[in-house]
């Protein structure tokens, strides 16, 4: 997996090379190992930092963190899934009035033209 950092050594972002990012590190181990199912927004809220030896300045590990509370995350979590299913409906609801749209449309016998996506 990739882990792309900014200055500051927050995530930016995972095995996706994001706008902007700093430094790149590849590490093992997969996206839902290291964060479950959390989304980008609550994974750009941790760090990662590598563990240096202070004897010999080899790198010893690795940290991720966050400075924020762990509930904040959650809310955060939870309003981008909120969101998520609030997309979903809207698609579904589109899906189903181009459906009446063409239903109507071969009922009174004119041709239309609806986008399919």
Not at 33 to 54: A, P, Q, R, T
């Amino acid at each position: 997996m990739k882990i792309y950092v900014n200055n500051q050594n927050y995530i930016m972002g995972v095995d996706n090379v994001p706008n902007e990012y700093v430094y790149c590190y590849e590490v093992e181990g997969s996206r839902s190992d290291f964060f479950g199912g959390f989304c980008d927004n609550v994974i750009s809220c941790y760090k990662y930092e590598e563990v240096v030896s202070e004897t010999d300045k080899s790198v010893v590990g690795y940290s991720i963190y966050t400075t924020l509370d762990f509930n904040l995350l959650l809310v955060i979590q939870k309003q981008y899934e909120d969101s998520q299913r609030q997309y979903e409906d809207s698609q579904r609801q589109v899906q189903a009035l181009n459906a009446q749209i063409e239903y109507l449309s071969m009922m009174s016998g004119i041709e239309t033209e609806v986008g399919h996506e």
